[in-house]
């Protein structure tokens, strides 16, 4: 019994003593670890920067651009159809804007045909402009509303075109008598009657009679264009006056 309580008490010893071996090491392993971590270094005698890594670019992943097959199909653009102007039956003045307020700047004569080439946008496409068969290069202005015209085409598909206002012509009387003009049979009151002893004309050529002389005689003819004023001074009896 003794020595069995012996042997106990020995085997305790040992394990104690093993226990204790074993400690002492963990604990010299820890501080081994402890000595190979570094330790920052609370003033540092350099400030450190940091520098991007620069990339590879040969690590950055290609593209590869697909081509485009589809064909873009093209805008249709409008043509205009061709407009012709045809003279038949007489000949027909052409002038230098849409109006008879403007100068002649040509004649288209019988048979003539003519490429139109704009319209009027104030008078509803009555009046044309067109190129001058005769003169290559130059443009003139027709009016539609004639029985010496025919219009070929689509006047709707000319481009509308503008032209500057033309300066307005005018016969005075400046005689005692009263004074016919002709053919658009307007009659002008004597210098005693201002305003009425003057008229806004068209550019046209007029035929000048006296009313009060027997058989309405025929002074002159007078030819108007853009910003003239033509004074009537003779009148049937071969008197001369003059406006004040």
Same mark, same amino acid.
């Given at each position: 019994?003794?020595?069995?309580?012996?042997?106990?008490?020995?085997? #305790? /010893?040992?394990?104690?003593?093993?226990?204790?071996?074993?400690?002492? $090491?963990?604990?010299?392993?820890?501080?081994?670890? $402890?000595?190979?971590?570094?330790?920052?270094?609370?003033?540092?005698?350099?400030?450190?920067?940091?520098?991007?890594?620069?990339?590879?670019?040969?690590?950055?992943?290609?593209?590869? /651009?697909?081509?485009?097959? $589809?064909?873009?199909?093209?805008? =249709?653009?409008?043509?205009?159809?061709?407009?012709?102007?045809?003279?038949?039956?007489?000949?027909?003045?052409?002038?230098?804007?849409?109006?008879?307020? &403007?100068?002649?700047?040509?004649? /288209? &004569?019988?048979?003539?045909?003519?490429?139109?080439?704009?319209?009027?946008?104030?008078?509803?496409?009555?009046?044309? /402009?067109?190129?001058?068969?005769?003169? =290559?290069?130059?443009?003139?202005?027709?009016?539609?509303?004639?029985?010496?015209?025919?219009?070929?085409?689509?006047?709707?598909?000319?481009?509308?075109?503008?032209?500057?206002?033309?300066?307005?012509?005018?016969?005075?009387?400046?005689?005692?008598?009263?004074?016919?003009?002709? =053919?658009?049979?307007?009659?002008?009151?004597?210098?005693?009657?201002?305003?009425?002893?003057?008229?806004?004309?068209?550019?046209?050529? &007029? $035929?000048?009679?006296?009313?009060?002389?027997?058989?309405?005689?025929?002074?002159?003819? #007078?030819?108007?264009?853009?910003?003239?004023?033509v004074d009537i001074i003779y009148d049937g009896a071969g008197d001369k006056s003059?406006?004040?």
């Amino acid at each position: 019994m003794i020595k069995m309580i012996k042997k106990r008490k020995t085997q #305790i /010893l040992i394990a104690i003593f093993a226990l204790a071996v074993f400690s002492l $090491q963990a604990c010299a392993q820890f501080a081994k670890m $402890q000595t190979d971590v570094p330790q920052a270094n609370p003033m540092p005698s350099k400030t450190s920067t940091w520098t991007p890594r620069p990339k590879d670019p040969t690590a950055l992943p290609t593209v590869t /651009l697909i081509p485009n097959t $589809q064909i873009a199909t093209p805008v =249709p653009t409008r043509t205009p159809k061709k407009v012709t102007f045809t003279v038949t039956g007489g000949n027909l003045n052409v002038r230098r804007g849409p109006r008879l307020t &403007y100068n002649y700047v040509g004649v /288209l &004569y019988d048979g003539d045909v003519a490429t139109a080439v704009g319209r009027d946008r104030l008078r509803l496409s009555r009046w044309l /402009l067109i190129e001058l068969p005769s003169n =290559p290069g130059a443009k003139g202005w027709v009016t539609t509303e004639t029985k010496y015209s025919t219009v070929e085409g689509d006047i709707s598909s000319l481009p509308l075109v503008e032209v500057d206002v033309a300066a307005p012509a005018f016969i005075r009387n400046c005689t005692t008598h009263t004074i016919l003009v002709q =053919p658009v049979n307007v009659q002008l009151l004597n210098k005693y009657n201002e305003p009425h002893n003057e008229e806004h004309f068209y550019v046209l050529t &007029y $035929q000048i009679y006296d009313l009060d002389t027997s058989g309405n005689v025929r002074l002159e003819d #007078i030819s108007l264009s853009e910003g003239r004023r033509v004074d009537i001074i003779y009148d049937g009896a071969g008197d001369k006056s003059k406006c004040e």
